[in-house]
């Protein structure tokens, strides 16, 4: 129960990636008032909470929909993980967690950020999503380990709300210097948790064992 609940909390923290989105949050919401910044924060973390869980508890009913066996999702969850980590390790833009160029631009000219680009891709992203589904179908078959990883998505959104509400003094306090030695050590956990993703799928699935 402890293993599942480590794993998880380093695996969303990583994918979600608190420190680095509250960064972009200061930015975008420069202009506005505290007590704005305050209500586009809790908007965008419960948004982004409802599509997690949201995942959380239909994405094993869509793999089995779409035919994708558990070895094929670890193998496949893995390798995204991976990149993911090794883009977190060398400090570069990731498209899973962050936002592209076009999307800056349109996310500048809107008032309300809270639903797009903060809860949809940022907080809640492909990488997270798919950290997620991954996560819940490991613990397929055991309620209280579904729990245990529901309860630390719900840890990890809150974690994510007190980064958003404390973005300034936070990125003053760590710097820059700070956030990349944070950003880098959870990239280097994230590809070993990644690999080992990628060992498990691929000796469920049987290829190492088959014979001719």
Same mark, same amino acid.
């Given at each position: 129960?402890?293993?599942?609940?480590?794993?998880?909390?380093?695996?969303?923290?990583?994918?979600?990636?608190?420190?680095?989105?509250?960064?972009?949050?200061?930015?975008?919401?420069?202009?506005?008032?505290?007590?704005?910044?305050?209500?586009?924060?809790?908007?965008?973390?419960?948004?982004?909470? *409802?599509?997690?869980?949201?995942?959380?508890?239909?994405?094993?009913?869509?793999?089995?929909?779409?035919?994708?066996?558990?070895?094929?999702?670890?193998?496949?969850?893995?390798?995204?993980?991976?990149?993911?980590?090794?883009?977190?390790?060398?400090?570069?833009?990731?498209?899973?967690?962050?936002?592209?160029?076009?999307?800056?631009?349109?996310?500048?000219?809107?008032?309300?950020?809270?639903?797009?680009?903060?809860?949809?891709?940022?907080?809640?992203?492909?990488?997270?999503?798919?950290?997620?589904?991954?996560?819940?179908?490991?613990?397929?078959?055991?309620?209280?380990?579904?729990?245990?990883? *529901?309860? #630390?998505?719900?840890?990890?959104?809150?974690?994510?709300?007190? #980064?958003?509400?404390?973005?300034?003094?936070?990125?003053?306090?760590?710097?820059?210097?700070?956030?990349?030695?944070?950003?880098?050590?959870?990239?280097?956990?994230? #590809?070993?948790?990644?690999?080992?993703?990628?060992?498990?799928?691929?000796?469920?699935?049987?290829?190492?064992?088959?014979?001719?």
């Amino acid at each position: 129960m402890g293993e599942i609940a480590a794993v998880t909390l380093a695996t969303l923290f990583a994918t979600v990636s608190p420190i680095d989105i509250s960064a972009i949050f200061a930015a975008l919401t420069a202009e506005e008032t505290a007590k704005e910044r305050r209500r586009i924060a809790r908007r965008a973390v419960t948004i982004a909470t *409802v599509v997690l869980l949201t995942f959380a508890l239909v994405g094993d009913s869509l793999l089995t929909a779409l035919g994708i066996s558990m070895a094929a999702l670890r193998t496949g969850g893995g390798i995204i993980l991976l990149l993911i980590g090794i883009d977190m390790v060398f400090a570069r833009s990731s498209g899973a967690n962050s936002t592209t160029e076009t999307e800056d631009a349109e996310a500048l000219e809107r008032r309300d950020v809270s639903v797009f680009p903060m809860a949809l891709p940022l907080i809640a992203g492909p990488g997270s999503m798919g950290a997620i589904i991954l996560m819940m179908a490991h613990a397929k078959g055991d309620v209280s380990e579904q729990i245990v990883v *529901v309860s #630390c998505i719900l840890v990890i959104m809150l974690i994510t709300l007190g #980064c958003l509400l404390a973005a300034t003094q936070l990125h003053r306090i760590l710097g820059l210097t700070g956030v990349q030695v944070i950003t880098r050590v959870m990239g280097v956990l994230l #590809c070993a948790l990644a690999v080992q993703f990628m060992f498990d799928g691929i000796a469920e699935s049987g290829l190492l064992n088959h014979k001719r």
